[in-house]
């Protein structure tokens, strides 16, 4: 049964930091590129970071760069996103992906 189960997320104050981590299971992890969402409410869900599997380039959407790192552990078959220095417009739901498997999201809300 393949799985990708995400943890981490939570209420945070603005200017704080939070990791997610997504663990994956039921498919060869380590051949899959390794991708972030988030979906604010009533917005689309937008692509947050990647990382290849291939060459391990990293991208990111531009209202994150700097503050957001994405990595992965292929012997734990897991992948993070650190977030630091959130701010109120970071809260969404966000998802880890691995196409075409997905996460069941977990909520991160940042606010005083």
């Known amino acids: 049964q393949v799985q990708l189960v995400e943890s981490g997320g939570g209420l945070v104050q603005p200017g704080g930091s939070l990791t997610l981590s997504c663990v994956g299971s039921?498919?060869?992890?380590?051949?899959?590129?390794a991708k972030w969402y988030r979906q604010a409410p009533g917005k689309q869900r937008e692509l947050v970071a990647a990382?290849?599997?291939?060459?391990?380039?990293?991208t990111y959407a531009d209202s994150v760069k700097g503050r957001f790192t994405i990595s992965r552990d292929n012997a734990k078959k897991t992948m993070y996103l650190q977030m630091n220095n959130l701010r109120p417009e970071d809260t969404a739901v966000y998802y880890c992906?691995?196409?075409?498997?997905w996460g069941q999201g977990t909520q991160v809300t940042v606010s005083s």
């Open positions: 992906s691995m196409s075409p498997y």
């Open positions: 039921g498919f060869s992890f380590k051949l899959y590129d």
């Open positions: 990382k290849s599997w291939t060459d391990g380039n990293t």
